[in-house]
Nanobody
Framework: QVQLVESGGGLVQAGGSLRLSCAAS????????MGWYRQAPGNQRELVAS???????NYVDSVKGRFTISRDNAKNTVYLQMNSLKPEDTAVYYC?????????????????WGQGTQVTVSS
């Protein structure tokens, strides 16, 4: 069992910055890709940014140039630095990870989700 715990959300004025963190904990696991999703009221959950274990990144067009995803593999932690925030960035942000879990004689891959952290950008 692997748990993802997010932190860093909050209320900020337009143009401000926030940094989200997501730490994975558990035993006998390894993390492949990690990502941040967001869901605003009435909208579907969308992928905001992702990063592979090798550090390759991908962003949704609406955040390119403003958000930066990074990870610390030694700490099993992924970050999302959000700059120049806009009211339309307001949403619950969720961390997601592709996790390989090692059992006694085998291994399996699961996708784990964090509990979500609220980001509110006021105009």
């Amino acid at each position: 069992q692997v748990q993802l715990v997010e932190s860093g959300g909050g209320l900020v004025q337009a143009g401000g910055s926030l940094r989200l963190s997501c730490a994975a904990s558990g035993s006998r696991f390894r993390i492949n890709a990690m990502g941040w999703y967001r869901q605003a009221p009435g909208n579907q959950r969308e992928l905001v940014a992702s990063i592979t274990s090798g550090g390759n990144t991908n962003y949704v067009d609406s955040v390119k140039g403003r958000f930066t995803i990074s990870r610390d593999n030694a700490k099993n932690t992924v970050y999302l630095q959000m700059n120049s925030l806009k009211p339309e960035d307001t949403a619950v942000y969720y961390c997601n990870a592709e996790v390989i879990i090692y059992y006694s004689l085998s291994a399996g891959t699961v996708r784990s989700w964090g509990q979500g952290t609220q980001v509110t950008v006021s105009s």
